[in-house]
């Protein structure tokens, strides 16, 4: 097996965030271009957020809250809303290509206290080991102690990328990088961290916006992987080793 490649599409960059269930079929049309372009040179895993198709249902539900049978009408609002956009996202993969494949973290996954505990490695490894290339999804996932919760694409690359040795992971997100005071932070770690003013989107995200992301990326830092986030329309140049901007998490 050659290197695996790990990229988080982020929802930002893969859904409108100001308007509820609209797919940017354009960026990923783009993301996909430059993933075939580069299958040649490595084996892929695809991680895509949530966006604004599944975080209002996610929201409108109280998954994040916990889960009984009041609301169990959630688990299947938020899951069809985030599998609508990854069969996007696939659709557009296989276009240019690429032997891409849905995976569902719903079906294969499962959390404890909001954490994940397993997240069908066994598969994804067998899956690449064919020649496909599995696309996972933020989505809701059955919990051992609130019943069900939402687990992240910040969540689910990270995990992935511990589990299977891989050593950076990209992520495209719209603006590119991390804004503080308006402007791309080049780099973050455990020591800069506590100076930045984060700056997030008015839209609804139930996984604690721009810092719980970046929480999840310290705690991979820590773990010896490091990170690059870039613009959608970096995703090329990332790829094949030439892009230099956005922000690094180390």
């Known amino acids: 097996m050659s290197e695996i490649k790990i990229i988080k599409l982020g929802g930002s960059a893969v859904t409108d965030k100001s308007k509820e269930g609209v797919v940017n079929y354009e960026k990923i049309s783009l993301m996909a ?85 397993f997240c069908g490695v066994e598969q994804i490894k067998k899956l690449i080991s064919v020649g496909a290339v599995p696309v996972l999804h933020g989505d809701v996932v059955m919990d051992e102690s609130r019943g069900a919760c939402i687990v992240s694409g910040d969540q689910i690359a990270p995990f992935l990328a511990e589990a299977l040795g891989v050593k950076e992971i990209g992520i495209a997100t719209e603006v590119g990088g991390v804004l503080s005071n308006g402007k791309i932070v080049p780099e973050i770690t455990r020591e800069n961290v506590s100076e930045i003013k984060f700056e997030d989107a008015q839209t609804a995200d139930v996984t604690g916006g721009m810092r719980g992301k970046i929480e999840e990326l310290l705690l991979l830092a820590d773990a010896g992987i490091s990170s690059h986030i870039f613009a959608p329309e970096q995703t090329a140049e990332y790829l094949s080793g030439k892009y230099k901007g956005g922000t690094k998490v180390k």
């Open 33 to 117: 271009k430059a993933v075939s372009a580069n299958s040649s040179d490595a084996e892929f895993i695809i991680v895509h957020g949530a966006g604004s198709c599944g975080h209002p249902q996610a929201k409108k539900w109280k998954i994040q809250e916990g889960v009984t049978r009041e609301n169990s009408d959630g688990i299947f609002e938020t899951h069809e809303a985030v599998n609508r956009l990854n069969s996007a996202v696939v659709s557009a993969l296989r276009k240019e290509g690429v032997n891409a494949v849905s995976f569902h973290p719903f079906e294969c996954s499962f959390a404890k206290n909001g954490r994940l505990v």
